[in-house]
């Protein structure tokens, strides 16, 4: 029988930079989506980090950034609404 290392990607074999425990990877599912023959559950791998807690805050703290950068668009899309205004009374 032969043993083989598994090759492993390389970014998991790097400890988490934020509390050095080990990462894994997880499927995360995100709804379906339509193609042409039908609909397909759409799923993506995620590295996350095996402490719990680490892992909380990390999401919590991206939570917060996609919140701010979605309200910064917000903003920009409104400039440009305005900006639109004065061009056109
Ligand atoms: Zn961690």
């Not at 807690?53 to 939570?63: A, I, P, V």
């Amino acid at each position: 029988m032969l043993f083989r290392m598994i090759s492993k990607p390389s970014y998991l074999d790097q400890p988490c930079e934020r509390c050095g425990n080990k990462k894994t990877i997880i499927k995360v599912r995100k709804g379906r989506t339509q193609t042409l023959s039908g609909s397909a559950a759409i799923e993506y791998s995620q590295i996350v980090c095996t402490n719990n807690e680490c892992q909380k805050q990390f999401e919590m703290k991206l939570e917060e950034r996609i919140q701010k950068e979605e309200l910064v668009r917000l903003k920009r899309e409104e400039n440009k609404q305005q900006g639109k205004q004065k061009v056109n009374p």
